[in-house]
């Protein structure tokens, strides 16, 4: 497609729940973000992948959330054990190169009731 | 580490006035900064982006910024607004590295 691909749009889950966010991202571009965004808050860096490997996971609050990108392209977030605290916004980015401008994707709403 | 400070968190203006948005930072490097648009229920798109040269950045949708180190500001500024440009502003820095740190935002409201 033209641009960042992320699905779902919504997701809705109970506490205690496991969740997959996907991204696709735009073809050939090698670097992919993903950002979290609360309400009223500009989006926060989570986990940076160059290729297949993730360069930078700094951003991850804690073990219960894990990002994948097994063939460089398509990237899964997973949350474990989900709680009320992780309801936001997940945005999904991707660049040609780690100097390059970032091209966001319209996100996935987590709500966790 | 960095930082970014959006002053403002809402800003309404009239139709056809002019409007600021501002923006501060706080890096130990040399910075790149951006400002994105996000319109409700889309993503970020980039609006402009100061990388290095002239520090008057001009971006899509008659919009423009000024790099100031010396107040380490990076104001958005447009002559006059449209009702098409109301959404929410964020002013971003990347401190050469590929992390982007982003302000709050800045919700613009234009007003007929």
């Known amino acids: 497609g033209a641009g960042v691909s992320q699905t779902p749009s919504n997701k809705v889950t109970e506490k205690g729940k496991y969740v997959e966010l996907r991204c696709d991202p735009i073809?050939?571009?090698?670097?992919l973000y993903w950002y979290r965004q609360s309400l009223g808050q500009g989006p926060e860096f989570l986990i940076y992948?160059?290729?297949?490997?993730?360069?930078?996971d700094s951003g991850l609050p804690n073990d219960r959330f894990f990002a994948v990108r097994p063939e460089g392209s398509v990237s899964t977030l997973k949350i474990q054990r989900t709680e009320r605290g992780d309801s936001a916004v997940y945005l999904c980015?991707?660049?040609?190169?780690?100097?390059?401008?970032?091209?966001f994707g319209n996100g996935t709403r987590l709500t966790v009731t | 580490a960095q930082s970014v400070t959006q002053l403002d968190s809402q800003v309404p203006v009239f139709e056809e006035a002019p409007v600021e948005l501002r923006c501060n930072y706080s890096?130990?490097?040399?910075?790149?900064l951006f400002w994105y648009v996000q319109y409700p229920n889309q993503g970020l798109q980039l609006l402009l982006k100061y990388l290095s040269g002239s520090t008057l950045v001009k971006g899509i949708n008659g919009f423009e910024a000024e790099f100031n180190k010396s107040q380490t500001s990076f104001h958005l500024r447009k002559p006059s607004v449209h009702i098409s440009d109301t959404a929410e502003y964020f002013c971003?820095?990347?401190?050469?590295?590929?992390?982007?740190?982003f302000g709050k935002g800045t919700k613009l409201s234009v007003i007929p």
């Open positions: 890096s130990s490097v040399s910075v790149y």
């Open positions: 980015a991707s660049s040609p190169g780690m100097d390059s401008p970032l091209h």
């Open positions: 073809s050939g571009h090698t670097a």
């Open positions: 992948f160059q290729g297949t490997g993730a360069a930078d």
């Open positions: 971003a820095v990347n401190g050469g590295s590929y992390q982007l740190t």
